[in-house]
């Protein structure tokens, strides 16, 4: 929730000045607010400054004579600031007493919001009954056994038996329970894509849970014992495991549970929790890992099956009501929204490359910010349709969103923000944190991509130094500069903690671990430091370390197996990292396929291709009797390149590891090539694999099964890897 309105009207209104009502007319796309401010001082003779430290977020503007007091008053109110008295004239500020006042009620709200989602799962915490497990499992079943009937009606009926099946799942109901016992106060303070990990025993680097989590805790036992043997119905066919629709959840606990682990990652700007468990005993082991959906603040029932509970009920039809003439938009943003639009996984090889215009445009993000494009453009172009003055706050988030305002003036306006008296104010997710990346940063990468025409490693972990994950813009604008036809495989593949880390690493820290030396924590700079216990406290991590003397046994004797706390980083590491913890760094270089894909009606540009993917298409192609549309994909052409992948390991306490692969690719150049031109050894690879593809799809056939259809028969519908 952001700070009452009437805050900045007051602090603004203190100064008497007549020319605070001069009306004044002022326009700008997206700007920074030093300048913006800059400007407004010299149009109208008062002397305005600003906090330096909101100088640089930025800033829409559009309004046509209106009272400089009530302007003023809006761009407070979109900076989540306001006006003070400073000297002669008036300084943009956001004091410390505003910012608490802010945190405040948006604490309050969300912790509002969380006690009312609790509120409705408790709701639906049903008795526990088995039978209800069983039958559902018998139903569906039976139904895929008939090929499945999707007849209104059933699918209607079926979706109604869905929920109260959910509501018995053990690990939600868990979930239900803890949460409840929980001061929602400490689920509103985590912080939004942080690792938190609470526990009924918990370490230093943990939360606390209280006793009423041991009691949640020994009910789950017991009601998982009873899904186990309930889900057991029907589990063994003739000619292999049935597989039941998804539910998975079926699992004993294998041991006597005396301490639980809730890990909990926020994520504010789709109001939810990522909630994951387990149960332990008492050295350690973990004797269950329940499944769960997480806990969603958007006021949807039970597992989200509120749409499902609507079902058979129709949604009264809505009037249709006429639409309003599109906005124009200049060519140039007409043409970045069309790339944006088209380009996902791949570039579609049919959309030309983009326009000389529009890559200098990009290529010039320091002095023409990608934010003058989206959203100020189509903002702009509707307010001045409408004559509506518009006061609004932006960060680089708004960048892809604007580039999706579609329709009529009052629609776009309507899709930006809400319309008051004529007036559009708006404000960021996070008014008090906008992320606006650094441009020399953005320029610097992209930049790259243009000489090189490819997108390279060196340059992603340089610019990952300055982006804010994999949000960046970066990320967006790379695929409309890469050449047609040669789009890599997606940046966010890459493993952002150690494309982070990569990054910090300098060009003698590479050569020196590349040679098969190790690299000390005591010895590492801050940022690699830094960069090290962010990838640390992010995830589990894996058996395998090499730092021996390092061991901490306190899991029973001998090197910790697989299922035990000692991957739980704060377990682990209760007190911090460990100065003796090492980083290694090897590489391979190795021929890399790319191959171009035509899937549905998407044509997909030259990726990166393994055998397994190759021969899963050209087998497709020849099996469309059982393989679905969805399923099938025709290849276009191949070309050849190379593959740079570098490991890194960093080796942790207790034979712990935690490890990843960064890839980098060239592709060479000329049009594409036909399997024929193919390397032997690499079209040997592939015909080994179709072999394969060829004898599952005959067997699979034969016991009248499908890729992606019902499974009559029992067997797995899952290709051989």
Request: negative net charge; proline residues 7%.
């Amino acid at each position: 929730m952001l700070a009452p309105v009437l805050f900045f009207v007051i602090a603004a209104s203190k100064q008497t000045a007549p020319g605070l009502d001069r009306k004044v007319s002022f326009s700008c796309p997206a700007t920074q607010a030093g300048q913006v401010v800059d400007s407004l001082s010299k149009q109208t003779g008062e002397t305005l400054t600003i906090d330096p430290r909101l100088a640089d977020e930025m800033w829409i503007v559009r309004v046509k004579d209106v009272p400089l007091r009530i302007l003023l008053d809006k761009l407070a109110y979109a900076a989540t600031g306001h006006w003070e008295p400073n000297g002669a004239g008036l300084k943009l500020d956001r004091p410390d007493s505003l910012r608490r006042t802010v945190e405040h009620e948006e604490r309050v709200a969300r912790i509002a919001a969380i006690k009312k989602a609790i509120d409705g799962r408790v709701k639906d915490l049903v008795p526990f009954a088995p039978s209800i497990i069983r039958n559902y499992f018998e139903t569906e079943r039976n139904r895929q056994r008939n090929g499945g009937d999707e007849s209104s009606p059933n699918r209607q009926q079926s979706a109604k038996d869905a929920v109260e099946f959910a509501k018995q799942q053990p690990g939600d109901r868990l979930t239900t329970r803890i949460l409840q016992s929980m001061d929602p106060g400490l689920l509103a303070d985590l912080q939004s894509g942080q690792r938190t990990v609470f526990s009924t025993s918990p370490t230093a680097m943990q939360k606390s849970l209280d006793a009423d989590a041991i009691q949640a805790m020994e009910q789950f036992v017991r009601e998982q014992t009873q899904w186990t043997a309930a889900s057991q119905i029907g589990e063994q066919e003739a000619n292999g495991p049935y597989q039941y629709m998804g539910w998975t959840e079926n699992a004993a606990v294998t041991g006597t549970p005396t301490r639980l682990l809730m890990v909990c990652t926020a994520d504010w700007s789709s109001q939810s929790i990522d909630i994951q468990f387990k149960l332990c005993d008492n050295r350690g082991n973990i004797v269950s890992q329940p499944q769960t959906s997480g806990f969603s603040l958007n006021g949807q029932s039970w597992l989200e099956y509120g749409d499902l509970e609507a079902m058979p009920d129709p949604t009264p039809a809505q009037p249709e009501t006429k639409p309003g003439k599109p906005i124009e938009l200049s060519p140039l943003a007409a043409e970045m929204r069309r790339l944006l639009q088209v380009d996902g996984p791949g570039r579609n090889a049919a959309v030309p490359p983009a326009s000389p215009e529009l890559r200098r445009f990009i290529l010039d993000s320091q002095n023409r910010d990608p934010l003058t494009l989206f959203p100020s453009e189509p903002v702009l172009r509707a307010a001045e349709e409408t004559s509506t003055n518009v006061a609004a706050c932006v960060d680089d988030a708004s960048f892809q969103s604007g580039a999706s305002l579609d329709g009529s003036a009052a629609d776009v306006l309507s899709q930006f923000g809400a319309v008051k008296d004529g007036w559009l104010t708006a404000r960021p997710n996070d008014p008090l944190h906008p992320v606006v990346e650094s441009r020399k940063g953005l320029a610097a990468f992209l930049a790259s991509i243009d000489k090189l025409g490819r997108l390279t490693l060196d340059a992603e972990a340089a610019y990952a130094q300055t982006a804010p994950g994999f949000d960046g813009l970066g990320w967006q604008l790379d695929q409309v500069l890469l050449p047609q036809m040669q789009a890599m495989m997606p940046v966010q593949s890459q493993d952002w903690q150690f494309l982070k880390l990569f990054g910090a690493l300098s060009s003698s820290d590479r050569d020196v671990l590349l040679k098969g030396s190790k690299l000390t924590l005591v010895n590492m700079t801050g940022d690699q430091q830094a960069a090290i216990d962010d990838l640390v406290y992010s995830r589990e991590a894996e058996l395998g370390g090499q730092n021996g003397d390092m061991i901490v046994d306190r899991f029973g004797p001998g090197p910790p197996a697989y299922g035990t706390l000692v991957t739980e980083p704060t377990e682990l590491l209760p007190g911090g990292l460990d100065m003796r913890i090492t980083l290694q760094m090897t590489s391979q270089d190795q021929d890399a396929v790319f191959s171009s894909m035509q899937v549905g009606d998407q044509v997909i540009g030259l990726m990166p291709t393994d055998p397994d993917q190759i021969a899963m298409a050209l087998a497709s192609t020849t099996n469309k009797d059982i393989v679905p549309t969805d399923f099938s994909e025709t290849i276009l052409g191949y070309q050849t390149g190379r593959r740079q992948d570098y490991n890194l390991t960093v080796n942790l306490p207790s034979l712990c590891r935690d490890s990843g692969t960064l890839s980098d690719f060239q592709i060479a150049s000329g049009p594409m090539i036909t399997f024929e031109k193919l390397p032997d050894a690499v079209k040997k690879q592939i015909q080994d694999k179709v072999d394969e593809m060829a004898k599952f799809f005959k067997d699979l056939r034969a016991n009248g099964g499908s890729l992606g259809g019902s499974n009559r028969g029992g067997g797995s519908t899952v290709p051989p890897p």
